[in-house]
């Protein structure tokens, strides 16, 4: 049943009776927010178990704010009242479970009321984490934050990802991840515990992944003075380490075990385990590039980088198929390495250098076949166009057609039509009319056959010859425009490309986000001075040529 529980907040004057009833660690705060039923995407079935930690840490205690299935009023106002209250030199808990979304940057703790945000709207449903850590950040040395989630999946909308990313931890605070579950068990019976450090609990709990100040002598909660610390809740470490090793499976994971417990219960398991891994170097290789967990964007960036330098992906979709694979492993046989068709962190930085250079090498290259190309439009254009005549202007868009004259060119043939059709008799106007009207192959052989000296003449033979050479280009005109609608473009990766277009003196026309003549004209341009079939449609090629530095998102 998906239902709401408000956020309960002790109000001042409460919290200074309850601290007079505890000691001095009572100004020690806790806030625990457990989102398990969201609006829109599956439930984290433990997250509204982190809200059973309030008695323990009550009794500890901790001022404790918690609430389950916050909305986003209520998540923000969550965290206000927590700033409200602010003393110096104390603990602070900080435990969050629920959907979390990343982009490249940033990182969201999802409101119960989250329904398919995207990179623009996130904030508004979301906390970010760089916030969350800087309110930690107040209390260094005494700040712990824990995130619990699950596998389950929110849908996201463009340009965010679900899960966790990388984060800056502030100095002094101690970052605890892993399965909202175990986040609760560890925040409720583990944080509670009296002279024990961070390690000595985290040891004991080696399923959650910690960062941060992790102090192995300096205990979380003191001892009272003259006590005994409190025991570490009675799990069984060893079984827990190995649980964790056999989900993960990775030969780094049986290794870790291994010199954890190098006489463990599992230790011959382990070692079979790590033998099997080695015994197929394939598996090795995907299983150590598996542990760089690469993100999409990551992917994106790898295949570009292999298509610029010439290894073609079969696709820049952050997706590692065949195509990829094969991509990778000739870029590996190229640079000397093992062609495993899995990659190592130094060779993505190899190809990422790589194919730095190769782009700033193709815009040094573009830049002068551009200019070489401008320098012959405009001495033939002074040859040809620049006269005025009909026969020079023709002459000019024929070499020339998306030349830095063609429009002035078209414009004056245009010119020149008009002032045909002054001189022409009413037959001839009339029959051009009516090819010009139908626009076809037939019309204008119509007209020329029936006006073979007429005023419109020359400009029917030209038209005849270009719908003639669009029609002998029509199998490649739909193989382009299949390639071109391949790669799913949106409208605002239609307007990176016209942007990138400007940018390099294409003149595109309006960077709206529509293809229309001039930026078809612009992209032929682009194409012509990087040496690419000039078909006016983008392509794989096309694309990361004129995109190397950017990323491109359908």
């Not at 049943?1 to 309960?8: D, G, S, T």
């Not at 002054?422 to 076809?440: C, H, K, M, S, V």
């Amino acid at each position: 049943m998906n239902h709401r529980i408000a956020l309960f907040c002790l109000s001042l004057p409460f919290l200074a009776t309850a601290a007079a009833a505890q000691d001095a660690a009572a100004q020690d705060r806790a806030l625990l927010v457990g989102n398990e039923n969201y609006a829109d995407g599956a439930d984290i079935g433990g997250a509204s178990d982190l809200t059973s930690a309030e008695p323990a840490l009550t009794a500890a205690g901790f001022t404790v704010m918690a609430g389950a299935d916050l909305d986003a009023a209520a998540l923000r106002q969550a965290f206000s009242d927590l700033l409200a209250d602010s003393p110096d030199d104390h603990r602070l808990i900080i435990a969050l479970s629920g959907h979390f979304a990343r982009s490249v940057a940033e990182t969201w703790f999802l409101a119960s009321d989250a329904a398919t945000p995207d990179l623009a709207g996130v904030g508004a449903v979301g906390m970010p984490l760089t916030t969350v850590l800087e309110i930690a950040g107040s209390q260094p040395g005494g700040a712990v934050v824990l995130l619990g989630t699950e596998a389950n999946r929110l849908p996201l909308g463009p340009g965010l990802e679900p899960g966790i990313g990388r984060l800056a931890i502030p100095q002094g605070v101690t970052l605890i991840r892993g399965d909202a579950t175990r986040i609760a068990e560890f925040t409720a019976e583990f944080l509670p515990v009296r002279g024990q450090s961070l390690a000595a609990l985290l040891d004991a709990a080696p399923d959650l992944t910690a960062d941060g100040l992790i102090a192995p002598l300096v205990p979380f909660r003191p001892a009272a003075d003259g006590a005994t610390p409190d025991p570490v809740p009675g799990a069984d470490p060893e079984a827990i380490f190995w649980e964790s090793t056999s989900l993960q499976a990775t030969q780094t994971a049986y290794q870790a075990y291994l010199q954890r417990y190098p006489n463990g219960r599992h230790a011959p398991e382990a070692r079979a385990e790590i033998a099997r891994i080695l015994a197929e170097p394939a598996q090795a290789a995907r299983v150590a590039e598996a542990e760089l967990n690469l993100t999409q964007d990551d992917r994106r960036a790898i295949q570009r980088a292999l298509s610029l330098l010439g290894f073609d992906p079969k696709g820049i979709d952050g997706v590692f198929g065949a195509g990829s694979r094969r991509a990778i492993a000739g870029w590996q046989g190229r640079n000397g390495y093992d062609d495993t068709a899995y990659l190592t962190r130094d060779q993505i930085v190899k190809l990422t250098e790589q194919a730095d250079a190769r782009a700033a090498e193709l815009e040094r290259e573009g830049a002068a076949r551009k200019a070489e190309q401008e320098r012959a439009d405009r001495a033939y254009w002074q040859e040809t166009g620049a006269k005025g005549d009909e026969a020079g202007l023709r002459a000019y868009l024929r070499r020339f057609p998306d030349g830095l004259y063609a429009d002035t060119a078209t414009a004056r043939l245009g010119a020149l039509e008009v002032e045909a059709r002054d001189q022409a008799g009413a037959a001839d106007a009339a029959a051009w009319d009516l090819a010009t009207r139908d626009n076809t192959v037939t019309s204008y052989q119509d007209y020329l056959l029936a006006f073979p000296d007429g005023v419109f003449a020359t400009e029917a033979a030209a038209r005849l010859a270009d719908l003639q050479s669009q029609a002998e280009q029509g199998d490649d005109l739909a193989r382009w425009q299949a390639a071109e609608e391949a790669l799913g473009l949106n409208a605002a990766a239609r307007r990176l490309v016209e942007q990138r277009l400007d940018q390099l003196d294409m003149r595109p026309g309006d960077l709206d986000g529509t293809f229309d003549a001039k930026t078809r004209r612009a992209i032929r341009r682009f194409q012509e001075s990087r040496g690419l079939v000039p078909s006016g449609y983008l392509d794989q090629t096309t694309t990361v040529a004129l995109l190397a530095g950017g990323i491109l998102r359908p």
